[in-house]
Protein backbone atom coordinates (compact mmCIF):
# COMPACT_ATOMS: atom_id res chain seq x y z
CA UNK A 1 0.00 0.00 0.00
CA UNK A 2 1.54 3.36 -0.97
CA UNK A 3 1.78 6.04 1.29
CA UNK A 4 -1.17 8.06 -0.07
CA UNK A 5 -3.13 4.93 0.15
CA UNK A 6 -2.47 4.70 3.88
CA UNK A 7 -3.30 8.71 4.60
CA UNK A 8 -6.62 7.81 3.14
CA UNK A 9 -7.08 4.49 4.91
CA UNK A 10 -5.91 6.26 8.25
CA UNK A 11 -8.31 8.81 8.20
CA UNK A 12 -10.99 7.30 7.39
CA UNK A 13 -10.60 4.10 9.78
CA UNK A 14 -10.27 7.39 12.37
CA UNK A 15 -13.72 8.54 11.38
CA UNK A 16 -15.15 4.76 10.66
CA UNK A 17 -14.16 3.73 14.24
CA UNK A 18 -15.89 6.93 16.17
CA UNK A 19 -19.05 6.69 14.02
CA UNK A 20 -19.64 3.18 15.00
CA UNK A 21 -18.53 3.40 18.59
CA UNK A 22 -20.95 6.18 19.06
CA UNK A 23 -23.96 4.34 16.78
CA UNK A 24 -23.72 0.92 18.90
CA UNK A 25 -23.16 3.36 22.35
CA UNK A 26 -27.07 5.13 21.43
CA UNK A 27 -28.37 1.63 20.66
CA UNK A 28 -27.74 -0.01 23.39
CA UNK A 29 -29.05 2.65 25.88
CA UNK A 30 -31.88 2.74 23.99
CA UNK A 31 -31.98 -1.13 24.28
CA UNK A 32 -30.75 -0.44 28.09
CA UNK A 33 -34.20 1.86 28.68
CA UNK A 34 -36.30 -0.31 26.95
CA UNK A 35 -35.12 -3.78 28.49
CA UNK A 36 -33.90 -3.48 31.97
CA UNK A 37 -36.76 -2.87 33.36
CA UNK A 38 -38.37 -6.51 32.89
CA UNK A 39 -34.90 -7.86 34.44
CA UNK A 40 -35.10 -5.94 37.26
CA UNK A 41 -38.24 -7.24 37.61
CA UNK A 42 -37.13 -11.27 37.04
CA UNK A 43 -34.44 -10.20 39.16
CA UNK A 44 -32.10 -11.56 37.15
CA UNK A 45 -28.56 -11.77 37.66
CA UNK A 46 -26.22 -8.49 37.12
CA UNK A 47 -24.02 -11.13 34.92
CA UNK A 48 -26.90 -12.60 32.60
CA UNK A 49 -28.29 -8.99 31.92
CA UNK A 50 -24.76 -7.94 31.07
CA UNK A 51 -24.39 -10.84 28.65
CA UNK A 52 -27.97 -10.09 27.15
CA UNK A 53 -26.75 -6.87 26.11
CA UNK A 54 -23.28 -7.61 24.99
CA UNK A 55 -25.18 -9.83 22.70
CA UNK A 56 -27.15 -7.20 21.27
CA UNK A 57 -23.70 -6.05 19.88
CA UNK A 58 -23.15 -8.32 17.00
CA UNK A 59 -26.87 -8.31 15.75
CA UNK A 60 -26.77 -4.63 15.44
CA UNK A 61 -23.33 -4.71 13.09
CA UNK A 62 -25.91 -5.24 9.78
CA UNK A 63 -27.49 -1.84 10.44
CA UNK A 64 -24.69 -0.54 11.91
CA UNK A 65 -21.75 -0.79 9.32
CA UNK A 66 -23.51 0.49 5.80
CA UNK A 67 -24.37 3.67 7.49
CA UNK A 68 -21.12 3.82 9.33
CA UNK A 69 -19.36 3.21 6.17
CA UNK A 70 -21.55 6.09 4.37
CA UNK A 71 -20.61 8.87 7.21
CA UNK A 72 -16.88 8.35 7.51
CA UNK A 73 -16.42 8.24 3.50
CA UNK A 74 -19.07 11.19 3.28
CA UNK A 75 -16.64 13.21 5.80
CA UNK A 76 -13.07 12.04 4.62
CA UNK A 77 -13.51 12.94 1.53
CA UNK A 78 -15.12 16.06 1.93
CA UNK A 79 -12.65 16.96 4.38
CA UNK A 80 -10.10 16.51 1.65
CA UNK A 81 -11.73 18.17 -1.41
CA UNK A 82 -12.70 20.97 1.00
CA UNK A 83 -8.97 21.86 2.04
CA UNK A 84 -8.05 21.31 -1.78
CA UNK A 85 -6.30 17.99 -1.07
CA UNK A 86 -8.55 16.00 -3.70
CA UNK A 87 -7.60 18.99 -6.30
CA UNK A 88 -3.91 18.67 -5.36
CA UNK A 89 -3.50 14.72 -5.80
CA UNK A 90 -5.81 14.97 -9.01
CA UNK A 91 -3.22 17.62 -10.52
CA UNK A 92 -0.73 15.10 -10.38
CA UNK A 93 -3.05 12.72 -12.88
CA UNK A 94 -4.62 10.29 -10.65
CA UNK A 95 -8.04 9.25 -11.43
CA UNK A 96 -10.94 9.54 -8.80
CA UNK A 97 -10.76 5.39 -8.75
CA UNK A 98 -6.86 5.25 -7.91
CA UNK A 99 -7.56 7.94 -4.98
CA UNK A 100 -10.05 5.97 -3.62
CA UNK A 101 -9.40 2.57 -4.61
CA UNK A 102 -8.40 1.62 -0.62
CA UNK A 103 -11.97 2.74 0.04
CA UNK A 104 -13.24 0.76 -2.50
CA UNK A 105 -10.98 -2.29 -0.95
CA UNK A 106 -12.04 -1.60 2.45
CA UNK A 107 -15.75 -1.82 1.19
CA UNK A 108 -15.44 -4.93 -0.30
CA UNK A 109 -13.74 -6.27 2.74
CA UNK A 110 -16.55 -5.08 5.15
CA UNK A 111 -19.23 -6.59 3.07
CA UNK A 112 -17.31 -9.80 3.17
CA UNK A 113 -16.82 -10.05 6.86
CA UNK A 114 -20.53 -8.69 7.57
CA UNK A 115 -21.64 -11.54 5.27
CA UNK A 116 -19.75 -13.71 7.69
CA UNK A 117 -21.24 -12.12 10.08
CA UNK A 118 -24.77 -12.62 9.19
CA UNK A 119 -23.80 -16.58 8.52
CA UNK A 120 -22.39 -16.87 12.08
CA UNK A 121 -21.88 -14.68 14.60
CA UNK A 122 -24.93 -12.61 14.42
CA UNK A 123 -27.50 -15.99 13.97
CA UNK A 124 -25.79 -17.25 17.35
CA UNK A 125 -26.15 -13.87 18.87
CA UNK A 126 -30.35 -13.52 17.93
CA UNK A 127 -30.51 -16.51 19.22
CA UNK A 128 -28.80 -16.86 22.60
CA UNK A 129 -29.97 -13.32 23.32
CA UNK A 130 -33.95 -14.87 22.90
CA UNK A 131 -32.78 -17.50 24.97
CA UNK A 132 -31.47 -15.74 27.98
CA UNK A 133 -34.73 -13.77 28.07
CA UNK A 134 -36.97 -16.34 28.11
CA UNK A 135 -34.55 -17.88 31.03
CA UNK A 136 -34.73 -15.47 32.62
CA UNK A 137 -38.32 -14.68 32.50
CA UNK A 138 -39.03 -18.60 32.71
CA UNK A 139 -36.98 -18.96 36.24
CA UNK A 140 -38.83 -16.05 37.54
CA UNK A 141 -42.38 -17.24 36.76
CA UNK A 142 -41.43 -20.98 37.87
CA UNK A 143 -40.46 -19.05 41.60
CA UNK A 144 -43.74 -17.51 41.73
CA UNK A 145 -45.74 -20.36 40.79
CA UNK A 146 -43.73 -23.19 42.48
CA UNK A 147 -42.25 -24.66 40.12
CA UNK A 148 -40.94 -24.12 36.36
CA UNK A 149 -43.30 -27.05 34.75
CA UNK A 150 -46.11 -24.81 36.47
CA UNK A 151 -45.66 -21.84 34.41
CA UNK A 152 -48.27 -21.32 32.14
CA UNK A 153 -46.58 -19.99 28.85
CA UNK A 154 -48.23 -21.94 26.21
CA UNK A 155 -49.88 -21.92 23.03
CA UNK A 156 -51.76 -23.40 19.99
CA UNK A 157 -49.01 -25.16 17.56
CA UNK A 158 -49.81 -26.07 13.90
CA UNK A 159 -46.71 -27.28 12.11
CA UNK A 160 -46.49 -28.85 8.91
CA UNK A 161 -42.96 -30.24 7.60
CA UNK A 162 -43.22 -30.98 4.00
CA UNK A 163 -40.03 -32.31 3.48
CA UNK A 164 -41.28 -35.50 5.66
CA UNK A 165 -45.18 -35.38 4.53
CA UNK A 166 -45.57 -34.49 8.51
CA UNK A 167 -48.57 -32.64 10.10
CA UNK A 168 -48.06 -31.71 13.56
CA UNK A 169 -50.88 -30.25 16.09
CA UNK A 170 -50.35 -29.45 20.05
CA UNK A 171 -53.14 -27.59 21.80
CA UNK A 172 -51.07 -25.97 24.09
CA UNK A 173 -47.35 -25.98 23.25
CA UNK A 174 -44.43 -23.96 25.09
CA UNK A 175 -41.40 -23.15 23.07
CA UNK A 176 -39.30 -22.60 26.21
CA UNK A 177 -39.69 -26.25 27.94
CA UNK A 178 -40.63 -27.92 24.53
CA UNK A 179 -43.36 -29.88 25.90
CA UNK A 180 -46.93 -30.17 24.57
CA UNK A 181 -50.04 -30.85 25.92
CA UNK A 182 -52.55 -32.86 23.22
CA UNK A 183 -50.45 -33.95 20.74
CA UNK A 184 -50.94 -35.20 17.48
CA UNK A 185 -48.93 -35.88 14.60
CA UNK A 186 -49.97 -36.81 11.33
CA UNK A 187 -47.36 -39.15 9.10
CA UNK A 188 -48.98 -38.88 5.11
CA UNK A 189 -47.30 -40.61 2.05
CA UNK A 190 -46.08 -38.49 -1.13
CA UNK A 191 -49.90 -38.49 -2.65
CA UNK A 192 -51.10 -36.68 0.70
CA UNK A 193 -52.88 -40.07 2.19
CA UNK A 194 -52.09 -40.64 5.96
CA UNK A 195 -50.72 -43.42 7.11
CA UNK A 196 -49.86 -43.18 10.53
CA UNK A 197 -50.71 -41.10 13.26
CA UNK A 198 -50.01 -40.62 16.99
CA UNK A 199 -52.03 -39.08 19.52
CA UNK A 200 -50.38 -38.20 22.59
CA UNK A 201 -51.57 -36.69 26.23
CA UNK A 202 -48.46 -35.05 26.28
CA UNK A 203 -44.91 -35.20 24.93
CA UNK A 204 -41.71 -33.32 24.86
CA UNK A 205 -38.44 -33.03 22.70
CA UNK A 206 -35.48 -35.10 24.39
CA UNK A 207 -32.20 -32.65 22.94
CA UNK A 208 -29.66 -35.25 23.90
CA UNK A 209 -31.26 -37.89 21.81
CA UNK A 210 -32.31 -35.17 19.15
CA UNK A 211 -36.22 -36.55 18.68
CA UNK A 212 -39.63 -36.19 20.49
CA UNK A 213 -41.14 -38.27 23.18
CA UNK A 214 -44.59 -38.81 23.71
CA UNK A 215 -46.38 -39.94 26.83
CA UNK A 216 -50.35 -41.72 27.38
CA UNK A 217 -51.18 -42.10 23.69
CA UNK A 218 -51.89 -44.36 21.06
CA UNK A 219 -50.60 -45.11 17.51
CA UNK A 220 -53.20 -45.61 14.35
CA UNK A 221 -52.25 -47.65 11.43
CA UNK A 222 -54.32 -46.45 8.27
CA UNK A 223 -54.90 -48.55 5.39
CA UNK A 224 -55.35 -45.98 2.27
CA UNK A 225 -57.21 -48.96 0.15
CA UNK A 226 -59.89 -50.36 3.03
CA UNK A 227 -62.98 -48.12 1.86
CA UNK A 228 -65.61 -50.30 3.27
CA UNK A 229 -64.20 -50.43 7.38
CA UNK A 230 -62.58 -47.10 6.26
CA UNK A 231 -59.02 -46.40 6.19
CA UNK A 232 -58.05 -47.12 9.79
CA UNK A 233 -56.94 -50.57 10.43
CA UNK A 234 -55.46 -50.96 13.81
CA UNK A 235 -54.58 -49.04 16.92
CA UNK A 236 -51.61 -48.84 19.80
CA UNK A 237 -51.76 -47.79 23.11
CA UNK A 238 -48.35 -46.87 24.87
CA UNK A 239 -47.33 -45.07 27.62
CA UNK A 240 -44.19 -43.69 26.61
CA UNK A 241 -43.06 -44.10 22.61
CA UNK A 242 -39.06 -42.54 21.71
CA UNK A 243 -40.04 -41.15 18.20
CA UNK A 244 -36.37 -41.40 16.81
CA UNK A 245 -37.60 -40.53 13.15
CA UNK A 246 -39.27 -37.08 14.78
CA UNK A 247 -36.55 -34.77 14.41
CA UNK A 248 -38.46 -31.27 14.47
CA UNK A 249 -36.34 -28.83 16.61
CA UNK A 250 -39.21 -27.18 18.99
CA UNK A 251 -37.37 -23.54 17.91
CA UNK A 252 -37.85 -23.95 14.73
CA UNK A 253 -41.40 -24.91 14.85
CA UNK A 254 -42.04 -21.81 16.87
CA UNK A 255 -40.34 -19.68 14.17
CA UNK A 256 -43.30 -20.11 11.84
CA UNK A 257 -45.40 -18.06 14.37
CA UNK A 258 -42.85 -15.11 13.57
CA UNK A 259 -42.33 -12.77 11.13
CA UNK A 260 -39.17 -14.19 9.04
CA UNK A 261 -37.57 -10.63 10.32
CA UNK A 262 -37.29 -11.43 13.82
CA UNK A 263 -35.62 -14.47 13.50
CA UNK A 264 -32.05 -15.51 12.87
CA UNK A 265 -30.94 -17.26 9.03
CA UNK A 266 -30.09 -19.94 10.91
CA UNK A 267 -34.05 -19.88 12.47
CA UNK A 268 -35.06 -18.93 8.64
CA UNK A 269 -33.17 -22.00 7.06
CA UNK A 270 -34.56 -25.02 9.79
CA UNK A 271 -37.80 -23.71 8.56
CA UNK A 272 -37.23 -23.65 4.71
CA UNK A 273 -35.79 -27.28 4.57
CA UNK A 274 -38.62 -28.53 6.79
CA UNK A 275 -41.56 -26.90 5.25
CA UNK A 276 -40.12 -26.02 1.86
CA UNK A 277 -40.73 -22.67 -0.26
CA UNK A 278 -44.27 -23.81 -1.72
CA UNK A 279 -46.52 -22.14 -3.55
CA UNK A 280 -47.70 -19.85 -0.59
CA UNK A 281 -47.25 -15.99 0.25
CA UNK A 282 -46.08 -16.86 3.43
CA UNK A 283 -43.45 -19.09 2.79
CA UNK A 284 -42.40 -16.84 0.11
CA UNK A 285 -41.43 -14.44 2.63
CA UNK A 286 -39.37 -16.45 5.17
CA UNK A 287 -37.18 -17.45 1.16
CA UNK A 288 -36.89 -14.10 0.61
CA UNK A 289 -35.68 -13.03 3.97
CA UNK A 290 -32.84 -15.83 3.84
CA UNK A 291 -31.57 -14.53 0.54
CA UNK A 292 -32.49 -10.92 1.26
CA UNK A 293 -29.32 -11.63 4.77
CA UNK A 294 -26.92 -12.94 2.30
CA UNK A 295 -27.49 -10.22 -0.22
CA UNK A 296 -27.46 -6.76 2.39
CA UNK A 297 -23.69 -7.38 3.08
CA UNK A 298 -22.43 -6.64 -0.36
CA UNK A 299 -24.45 -3.30 0.54
CA UNK A 300 -21.30 -2.00 1.32
CA UNK A 301 -20.05 -2.06 -2.04
CA UNK A 302 -22.82 0.27 -2.71
CA UNK A 303 -22.27 2.58 0.04
CA UNK A 304 -18.84 3.08 -1.08
CA UNK A 305 -19.99 4.30 -4.56
CA UNK A 306 -22.80 6.57 -3.75
CA UNK A 307 -20.49 8.06 -1.43
CA UNK A 308 -17.58 9.08 -3.71
CA UNK A 309 -19.14 10.97 -6.43
CA UNK A 310 -21.17 13.81 -4.45
CA UNK A 311 -18.24 13.81 -1.60
CA UNK A 312 -15.66 15.04 -4.36
CA UNK A 313 -17.46 17.32 -6.18
CA UNK A 314 -19.84 19.69 -5.38
CA UNK A 315 -19.38 20.48 -1.68
CA UNK A 316 -16.97 23.16 -1.88
CA UNK A 317 -19.55 26.18 -0.60
CA UNK A 318 -22.14 23.89 1.03
CA UNK A 319 -21.00 20.24 2.30
CA UNK A 320 -24.51 19.18 2.78
CA UNK A 321 -25.45 19.18 -0.75
CA UNK A 322 -23.47 16.05 -1.52
CA UNK A 323 -24.26 14.47 1.67
CA UNK A 324 -27.81 14.97 1.43
CA UNK A 325 -27.63 13.56 -1.90
CA UNK A 326 -25.91 10.43 -1.06
CA UNK A 327 -28.06 9.98 1.23
CA UNK A 328 -31.25 10.49 -1.07
CA UNK A 329 -29.47 7.56 -2.83
CA UNK A 330 -29.28 5.59 0.08
CA UNK A 331 -32.71 5.73 0.53
CA UNK A 332 -33.72 4.57 -2.52
CA UNK A 333 -31.54 1.71 -2.47
CA UNK A 334 -33.44 0.77 0.95
CA UNK A 335 -36.73 1.51 -0.67
CA UNK A 336 -36.05 -0.81 -4.06
CA UNK A 337 -35.27 -3.23 -1.00
CA UNK A 338 -38.49 -3.43 0.31
CA UNK A 339 -40.23 -3.12 -2.55
CA UNK A 340 -38.21 -5.87 -4.54
CA UNK A 341 -38.97 -7.86 -0.97
CA UNK A 342 -42.64 -7.56 -1.88
CA UNK A 343 -42.89 -9.03 -4.96
CA UNK A 344 -40.96 -11.47 -4.21
CA UNK A 345 -42.93 -12.40 -1.15
CA UNK A 346 -46.11 -11.85 -3.27
CA UNK A 347 -44.37 -14.24 -5.76
CA UNK A 348 -44.09 -12.00 -8.68
CA UNK A 349 -40.84 -12.42 -8.57
CA UNK A 350 -37.99 -15.33 -7.78
CA UNK A 351 -36.93 -14.72 -3.97
CA UNK A 352 -33.03 -15.21 -5.12
CA UNK A 353 -33.93 -12.37 -7.49
CA UNK A 354 -35.76 -10.21 -5.39
CA UNK A 355 -32.74 -9.97 -2.98
CA UNK A 356 -30.25 -9.66 -5.07
CA UNK A 357 -31.48 -7.14 -8.04
CA UNK A 358 -31.37 -3.82 -6.02
CA UNK A 359 -28.03 -4.70 -5.04
CA UNK A 360 -27.32 -5.13 -9.05
CA UNK A 361 -29.80 -1.69 -9.93
CA UNK A 362 -27.85 0.37 -7.13
CA UNK A 363 -23.94 -0.88 -8.08
CA UNK A 364 -24.72 -0.66 -11.63
CA UNK A 365 -26.00 3.27 -10.83
CA UNK A 366 -22.66 3.80 -8.62
CA UNK A 367 -20.68 2.45 -11.38
CA UNK A 368 -22.15 5.12 -13.68
CA UNK A 369 -21.78 7.98 -10.87
CA UNK A 370 -18.16 7.63 -10.18
CA UNK A 371 -17.24 7.19 -14.49
CA UNK A 372 -19.33 10.71 -14.78
CA UNK A 373 -17.01 11.93 -11.62
CA UNK A 374 -14.12 10.19 -12.94
Known amino acids: MLLLDRYIFREWLKVFVMTIAAMIGLLLIAKMFSDVQ ?32 LISVLFILGFLHRNQELTAMRATGLSIFRLTRVLWISGAVLSLVLFVLNATVVPLAMERSKLLAETAEFDYEGKRAGGIDKVDKASVLAYANNTENRIWFI ?3 S ?11 YQNDDSGLTQ ?50 LTERPRI ?17 GVLDDVGVDKSVRMSSYAVQYHYVLASPFCCLIVVGLAIPFAVSGVRVNP ?36 WLPNFIMLALAAWLCRRVN
Open 38 to 69: DFIRWKASTLLALEYFALQIPTYLPVVLPVAL
Open 253 to 269: MMALTKKPTHLSINEIK
Open 171 to 173: NRF
Open 196 to 245: AAWFAKTGYYDAERGCWVLKDGWRVLYHPEAKEDGPQTRQERFSELVMSD
Open 320 to 355: MVGVSKSIVLFALYYLLTNVFSLLGAQQHLPPLLAA
Open 175 to 185: GYTGRGIGVSV
